[in-house]
């Protein structure tokens, strides 16, 4: 089900349980700002979601309420974890569900990064 963007944030979402290692990933990285792990259910040979630590709803949370500091961090760190995973000479793509049209079903901010194969149009039509 997608969720409502303007709830308040639920620290039961799946998201704040791997934040707080209370159910495992499969983590490729980790620093002060952010988690990132492969995706349960990829959707391309590589998919991984990159979360910031913060409880963060969505992108617009995150834009509106998150700390200079936090959104460095954050966006510096899918940029590293895409690097690492040898996508930048190939290409990758991000995404980020923001809410009911676009989906959005964890509500805890994630950025998706896809690869490992031309990925094909941005969306569906
Ligand atoms: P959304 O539709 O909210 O942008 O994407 C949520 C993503 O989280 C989906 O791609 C889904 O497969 C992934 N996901 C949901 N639950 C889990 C989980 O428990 N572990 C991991 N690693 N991914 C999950």
Redesign the pocket.
Known sequence: MPIDPTLEYDDQN?FAK?LRKE?P??QVFEDEWALA?????P?APEHV?AIPKGAYVSWDDFSTTATDAEIAGFVRAVGYVAREMGLVETGYRLLA?IGIDS????PHL?V?IFGGKPLGPMLVR
Do not use: G, K, P, T
């Open positions: 799946i791997i159910i990933c499969r792990f492969h995706d349960i259910n959707q979601l569900n989906h959005q079903e964890v994630h998706h």
